[in-house]
Each structure stands twice: as structure tokens, then as C-alpha cells.
């Protein structure tokens, strides 16, 4: 017999057998924990879902180091994806950009609208004026994507790649602002918009009046 009923009915602990300890209630409820468990989960969705969205927006412009800065351009003419000749002057009077870019360039997708409405406002306004250079892409399918783009600047073959050597491109889309003297004052490399390239403009012509 294990024990002896007291007079309250209930059995007397055999004073041989170890005391069960009383349940620990110093960590959270059952409730508590199973909700806290679905917030971790939830933080960690929320943020695969951000990753995922940093991982496919095209990259942003950044103004990069290149020896190129402050230099003499290096000469750029050639034939245009329309087959017609074209040679930037040395010293073209007012601001130039190029830019390197290819049909199948996400990023260069991106910010062809804002290159279109740049080039349209310069024009407007008698201020720069854009050049283009295929990058590792076909003559025929960079003046296809030009012309649905609605690009009507001069936009250079480059083939063997010369002209990107020469800049020192490595991606799409690049690009370089070339000042009226025919130097270098800027190399961005990513997407770039329309409000970016007047700032560039803007700075260097309060650098170089």
C-alpha cells in the first residue's frame, strides 16, 4: 500500500517516493509561444519578399571612377545602325553624352524613356545632345530597339567592340558626359534618369564656367 487516506479523503504521499515538482510556469503560455512562432515566420516572408524586389530592380546610376575623367574623350565616330557616318568633334561647342547600351539589356530598357526625354528637352532648350554605342549586340537589333524606343539621335555600330575599349566599358548601360572642351566630366555606370544627367551638366558647369 503506497499510501493512507487522511481525513480529507485525499492520500497521504508514501514518504519514500520523491515529491513531483509543480509545473513550470516562468516560461510563456502555450498561446504566447504559438503566436510568436507565426510573427518569426511572418518576418522572415516579409523579408524574402524584399530581397526578392531589391534582387530584380534594375541597378541605380552610379557615378563611378574612371581614368577617363578630366581627359580628352577618346574619339568616337564610326557608322550609325542606319549606315550613315558620324565623328564627334573634338571640341563639340556644348555638352555631349553617350551612351553604351544593348537590346537586350534589362537596365538599358529602363532608362531609355528618360535618355528620350532628356535628349528632347536638351534639344528644346539648345543645351546637350546624346550619342549611343551598341554594346555586344546586333546592328539589327539595336536600330530596331532604337526606333521603337523613339530615339532619333546618332546611335554607333560597334562590332568589334573598339569603341567600348576605348571607354573602358565593361556593362550596360554606361555612360560618360563630355564637356564642350571635348573632356570627360562624368562616367555612370547603371540606370540613369533625365533629373540625374541635368545635375551632372548643372555641377560641371559651376566647376567649369
Not at 504559438?34 to 519578399?49: E, M, Q
Not at 568616337?76 to 550613315?84: E, F, Y
Not at 545635375?199 to 560641371?204: D, H, N, Q, S, T
Amino acid at each position: 500500500m503506497t499510501g493512507t487516506i487522511t481525513e480529507a479523503g485525499r492520500p497521504r504521499p508514501d514518504p519514500g517516493r520523491p515529491t513531483p515538482a509543480p509545473p513550470d510556469t516562468s516560461g510563456p503560455p502555450a498561446r504566447a509561444r504559438h503566436t510568436a512562432r507565426w510573427i518569426g515566420v511572418g518576418v522572415l516572408v516579409v523579408a524574402a519578399g524584399l530581397i526578392a524586389v531589391l534582387a530584380t530592380r534594375p541597378p541605380a546610376a552610379q557615378v563611378v571612377y574612371s581614368p577617363l575623367v578630366g581627359k580628352q574623350a577618346p574619339p568616337l565616330r564610326g557608322t550609325t545602325v542606319t549606315g550613315a557616318s558620324f565623328a564627334l568633334p573634338a571640341h563639340p561647342g556644348h555638352y555631349v553624352v553617350v551612351n553604351f547600351f544593348a537590346s537586350w539589356c534589362t537596365p538599358c530598357q529602363e532608362e531609355g524613356p528618360a535618355l528620350v526625354s532628356f535628349a528632347f528637352q536638351q534639344q528644346r532648350a539648345g543645351g546637350a545632345s546624346m550619342v549611343s554605342v551598341v554594346f555586344d549586340d546586333t546592328t539589327s537589333a539595336a536600330r530596331s530597339y532604337q526606333a521603337t524606343l523613339g530615339a532619333t539621335w546618332p546611335t554607333l555600330a560597334d562590332p568589334s567592340g573598339v569603341l567600348a575599349y576605348e571607354y573602358g566599358v565593361g556593362q550596360p548601360p554606361s555612360t560618360f558626359v563630355i564637356a564642350p572642351n571635348g573632356r570627360v566630366v562624368a562616367a555612370i555606370v547603371g540606370t540613369v534618369t533625365a533629373s540625374e544627367l541635368d545635375g551632372l551638366i548643372l555641377r560641371a558647369e559651376a566647376s567649369h564656367p
